[in-house]
């Protein structure tokens, strides 16, 4: 099951995963990739940095921050990049081989 969402002002389709908090915890690091979701072949520039001189922490705190303001709740950045105590990628590491990275969060809407 898919959900469509706007983020940054671009609306992108985001895989449906229910899953218990103990088994998103599981999921920082490495990397885990959402079964079924196809990863792309080759990589590609990110399209939210033209210009290719954000940071990893720019990018990173930029796209908890966006979450929040959608209402989602326990975030959880996966990637191949060892943690900081706070269990957020740490920004300082070098680039790992595999450079995916999977966002999963819940969000709560209520109808009114």
Do not use: C, H
């Not at 079924?36 to 705190?61: I, L, M, N, V, Y």
């Not at 966006?66 to 070098?94: Q, Y």
């Amino acid at each position: 099951m898919l959900q469509s969402i706007k983020v940054l002002g671009k609306l992108i389709l985001i895989p449906l995963v229910v899953t218990g908090v103990d088994d998103m915890e599981k999921t920082r690091y490495p990397l885990a990739w959402p079964v079924g979701w196809p990863r792309t072949r080759q990589p590609e520039s990110s399209r939210f940095d033209p210009r290719g001189d954000r940071s990893f922490a720019t990018a990173r705190d930029a796209l908890i921050a966006e979450l929040e303001r959608l209402g989602a709740a326990s975030i959880i950045l996966s990637t191949n990049i060892p943690l900081r105590k706070d269990g957020l990628p740490r920004a300082s590491s070098r680039q790992p081989e595999d450079r995916g990275v999977a966002v999963y969060f819940r969000v709560t809407y209520s109808l009114r």
